[in-house]
């Protein structure tokens, strides 16, 4: 089956073509981030501007690369939701009228679920998983029992874990966004015998709750900051930011895979692209978990390639194979509030 995705939920303007779910025959992700990162942030209003600029080059760049033509399409998938609502609706109208132009089935689509879905794009993981969905606006834990059947665990009471990402990449005036900009600040932190010595707390890491919350530490990174300001400090600072938010992510997640008894654990979201946080993962399993006769652990952690883990359509149309409910394009509505329990 051969599905083109479209996902306009933030700010990247992405249609990929996919067939199978699996096979990624066109992937066009066109991003505003630029604009953004002069305004240190998202402004939504400039963000639905420039993606109804780009939504129309992008469908036919992806129709075009993927050699295929309007015809060979099946179905059309499309991000409904949860995302900024002026965005959304651009690549929702959109769907809806290349459904009926073209008399296509259409399949409204989850964003939070299209990225759990990032994972079966390489890999075919075994359920029922644990799944860790972190991005720049969501933190959630839960259990993919079966395609169509996933249970809500935990998420963040406040900040989610890339906005923690972002905000205090803002307070160290590293840009946006902030979470690939701290890792790489991190990254450069050898730490030196600095008199300086930087201790951030991690929230409720020893509550039973598979509850985060990452408020607090912008806020103690607003007191380090002000206690000190130099090039090193920043460097110490963006590395105990990244390690403070890993582990976190890390211990809860993996008391959830132990309370639930699973054996596949798998990370989503732009956040799933940090390099910390997924070497944490195999650390700590590989430190962990017991191992069966075979040799092989019994932990079997997933993440989606890191050009996946961020917002794009391939993930929307991989969601919409293995959940393939066409609905009626008159009946197709945006929700920016919809979460990851529903659909
Ligand atoms: O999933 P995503 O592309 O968009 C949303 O649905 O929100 O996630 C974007 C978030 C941003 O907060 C960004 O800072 C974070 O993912 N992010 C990262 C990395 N790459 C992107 N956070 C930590 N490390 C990274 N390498
Ligand atoms: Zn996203």
């Not at 990174?221 to 992510?249: M, Y």
Request: aromatic share 6%; with cysteine.
């Amino acid at each position: 089956m051969i599905i083109l995705g479209i996902e306009t939920s933030c700010d990247e303007t992405a249609a990929a073509v996919v067939r199978d779910g699996k096979e990624i025959l066109s992937n066009i992700v066109a991003s505003s981030v630029e604009m953004h990162t002069k305004t240190g942030g998202i402004i939504p209003e400039n963000a639905a501007r420039e993606q109804a600029k780009s939504i129309i080059p992008a469908i036919e760049a992806a129709i075009e690369n993927s050699k295929y033509k309007i015809e060979n399409i099946d179905s059309i998938a499309v991000t409904i939701g949860p995302g900024l609502i002026g965005s959304l609706l651009v690549g929702a109208e959109t769907a809806r009228t290349l459904s009926w132009v073209w008399n296509k089935p259409l399949v409204p689509v989850n964003h939070l679920i299209g990225h759990i879905y990032a994972n079966w794009i390489d890999n075919t993981p075994s359920l029922p998983a644990i799944t860790l969905v972190v991005s720049g606006g969501h933190t959630d834990l839960v259990l993919v029992k079966d395609h169509g059947n996933i249970e809500w665990i935990g998420s963040t009471r406040d900040d989610a874990a890339g906005e923690c990402f972002d905000k205090c990449a803002r307070l160290l005036q590293l840009g946006y966004p902030g979470g690939p900009a701290i890792a790489a600040e991190a990254a450069k932190f050898k730490n030196q015998s600095l008199k300086f010595k930087v201790n951030l707390p991690r929230p409720l890491i020893n509550e039973e709750t598979f509850d985060f919350s990452f408020s607090g530490l912008k806020t103690a990174v607003l007191r380090e900051i002000s206690k000190q300001g130099n090039k090193l400090v920043r460097q110490q600072l963006a590395h105990e930011i990244q390690e403070a938010i890993t582990d976190v992510l890390v211990d809860k997640t993996l008391k959830a895979v132990q309370k639930y008894s699973v054996s596949t654990l798998l990370v989503a979201g732009g956040v799933a692209a940090n390099k910390r946080l997924k070497e944490k993962f195999s650390l700590k399993i590989e430190n962990c978990s017991p191992r069966s006769e075979a040799g092989k652990l019994k932990i079997n952690f997933h993440a989606p390639p890191t050009h996946l883990c961020t917002d794009n359509a391939a993930m929307i149309a991989a969601a919409a194979f293995y959940n393939h409910k066409p609905t009626p394009w008159q009946k197709v509505t945006t929700n920016p509030g919809l979460t990851i329990a529903q659909l």
